[in-house]
């Protein structure tokens, strides 16, 4: 069956634009996940949905960021004023039972 | 608070040679355990998981690991390395019933002809 898709893949911005990564999960998940993952580090959780409840967003670097999922399905993770150090992969994850995530091929954001 | 340690940033080995690749974790409660595999321009990918059941947890493409409460070690291996194995391996952790994971910093497999 289809995975969790992300688009766009690449994203270049120019710095002080915003930008908006979108993310579609499994159908059916429940779950949703935003993590960070810098070049030659591992992932870092930025925020989780449970349906379109965010219920944590406690990893979310700055109030430029924000994320959405207003029906429960689709994701929006948007960022505002982009900064060179928002540079970085931001993989998106969706699980059914909330234990094995599936993780999307993520979209790589490089701000110049 | 959590945190998973991988030791080194890369491991080279021959083709055909055992793979072990490191995971150290520190938790207050016991872990969920992960490891995943990341190839190039693609997703992250379970390879496998403990979840307090046995100790010793078989994961896909031959891969599998042993959770060791004494070492607080979940050291991924393979008994014998395949070029196709060369990808990026992240092992991560999270509470029991916590769904937030926490990460390592990765370790590079390199396989040798």
């Known amino acids: 069956g289809a995975g969790v898709s992300q688009s766009p893949r690449y994203k270049v911005a120019k710095r002080g634009q915003d930008v908006a990564l979108r993310c579609d999960p499994i159908?059916?998940?429940?779950?949703l996940f935003w993590y960070q993952q810098a070049l030659g580090q591992g992932p870092e959780f930025l925020t989780y949905?449970?349906?379109?409840?965010?219920?944590?967003k406690s990893g979310l670097p700055s109030d430029r960021f924000f994320a959405e999922r207003p029906e429960g399905s689709v994701s929006t993770l948007k960022i505002q004023r982009t900064q060179q150090e928002d540079s970085a992969v931001y993989l998106c994850?969706?699980?059914?039972?909330?234990?094995?995530?599936?993780f999307g091929p993520g979209t790589r954001l490089t701000v110049t | 608070a959590q945190s998973v340690t991988q030791l080194g940033s890369h491991v080279s080995v021959s083709e055909g040679a055992l793979v072990l690749l490191r995971c150290n974790y520190s938790s207050s409660v016991p872990p969920y355990l992960f490891w995943y595999v990341q190839y190039p321009n693609q997703g992250l990918q379970l390879l496998l998981k403990y979840t307090s059941a046995a100790t010793l947890v078989k994961g896909i493409n031959g891969f599998e690991a042993e959770f060791k409460k004494s070492e607080t070690s979940f050291h991924l291996t393979k008994p014998s390395a395949h070029m196709s194995d060369a990808a990026e391996y992240f092992c991560a952790v999270s509470g029991s019933g916590d769904y937030q994971l926490i990460w390592g910093a990765g370790t590079k497999l390199i396989i040798k002809p």
């Open positions: 159908s059916g998940h429940v779950s």
């Open positions: 994850a969706s699980s059914l039972a909330g234990d094995e995530q599936y």
């Open positions: 949905f449970q349906n379109e409840a965010q219920l944590d």
